[in-house]
């Protein structure tokens, strides 16, 4: 059975820096497209960063264009999401997922959200 387990999250101040790590049990990630999304409250989830299976090129969101790193070590069966200046309407809940990339490019399956695996989410707070 398909596991993902996030750690990482917590409280920041702004402009600090969190890594969130997603470790992946019941599969080997090499065939897998992996997002990180988050969700704050009373908002939708949005996809934040979506890296592929095949030559690890990554889609990002506008809003952490520039901040937000994505990488993937299928050795350890792990994704992490390098997050610097944070800002505080980066607070949210961050899950990731994971989902076989077939046809459809990584930017596709991050802005229509086409996992179907996903963990429990970790929880990232900004603030001062």
């Known amino acids: 059975q398909v596991q993902l387990v996030e750690s990482g999250g917590g409280l920041v101040q702004p402009g600090g820096s969190l890594r969130l790590s997603c470790a992946v049990s019941g599969y080997t990630l090499d065939y897998y497209a992996i997002g990180w999304f988050r969700q704050a409250p009373g908002k939708e989830r949005e996809g934040v960063s979506c890296i592929s299976s095949s030559d690890g090129s990554a889609y990002y969101a506008d809003a952490v264009k520039g901040r937000f790193t994505v990488s993937r070590d299928n050795a350890k069966n792990t994704v992490y999401l390098q997050m610097n200046r944070l800002k505080p309407e980066d607070t949210a809940l961050y899950y990731c997922?994971?989902?076989?990339?077939?046809?459809?490019?990584?930017?596709?399956?991050?802005?229509?959200?086409?996992?179907?695996?996903w963990g429990q989410g970790t929880q990232v707070t900004v603030s001062s």
């Open positions: 997922a994971a989902e076989p990339q077939r046809k459809m490019t990584v930017r596709a399956m991050c802005v229509f959200k086409t996992f179907l695996s």
